[in-house]
């Protein structure tokens, strides 16, 4: 069964500095990756997903992913953090056999002033 | 273009009443999936359905929690009775499926048990 893991349950960041968040997978074939971010009180909103083409993918609000199955790593950054970008965010993956989605257990980003 | 609808947007009930939540997928989209949110427990799937079918409810925590989806623009999420451990929010999403994966969810629904 697919899975993924989040590393760092809570991020800090100045604004301006460098998001990253991390996600590691664990699937037994090349899965598709997605990243949702969560803002206060409301649903789940994607951010960007990976299906097999390109292994750098680019989503909104400046955020990309690259996928590396070496390191079976799907690890999300934005080069400049904006305090917009306070919120929770997931790792989920999805296998190709089913529609189901396995979620990380989110990173809480904090954009410090 | 319309999301994910869910309704109501917060419930408060008390312990031992039935609470019915509601939800509409995006139009033409195939899957259906009902989720649970917590602190302790973070994003659970409760039970996902394809064409209107309930495909995997291994998820659904107890008896007392049962979904339909009489048709394709409409599902429920049926807790009866209720307990204050069933206070969470509860997410709906849709995906459209036909080899594309993501899934699209709505606001969610808030439940308060007391």
Request: hydrophobic letters at 35%; proline letters at 5%.
């Amino acid at each position: 069964a697919q899975s993924v893991t989040q590393l760092g349950s809570h991020v800090s960041v100045s604004e301006g500095a460098l998001v990253l968040l991390r996600c590691n997978y664990s699937s037994s074939v090349p899965p598709y990756l997605f990243w949702y971010v969560q803002y206060p009180n409301q649903g789940l909103q994607l951010l960007l997903k990976y299906t097999s083409a390109a292994t750098l993918v680019k989503g909104i609000n400046g955020f990309e992913a690259e996928f590396k199955k070496s390191e079976t790593s799907f690890h999300l950054t934005k080069p400049s953090a904006h305090m917009s970008d306070a919120a929770e965010y997931f790792c989920a993956v999805s296998g190709k056999s089913d529609y189901k989605l396995s979620f990380g257990a989110g990173t809480t980003v904090t954009v410090r002033a | 273009d319309a999301g994910v609808i869910q309704s109501p947007r917060h419930e408060v009930t008390e312990m031992g009443q039935e609470v019915t939540l509601r939800c509409k997928p995006i139009s033409g989209h195939d899957y259906l999936f009902w989720y649970r949110q917590t602190m302790m427990r973070g994003l659970e799937l409760l039970i996902y359905f394809n064409n209107n079918v309930p495909i995997d409810d291994s998820g659904m925590p107890e008896d007392r929690f049962s979904a339909k989806m009489p048709n394709a623009s409409f599902s429920t999420l049926k807790i009866q009775p209720s307990e204050p451990r069933d206070s969470a929010v509860y997410f709906c999403a849709s995906s459209l499926g036909r080899s594309s994966y993501e899934q699209y969810f709505g606001p969610g629904t808030r439940l308060t048990v007391t």
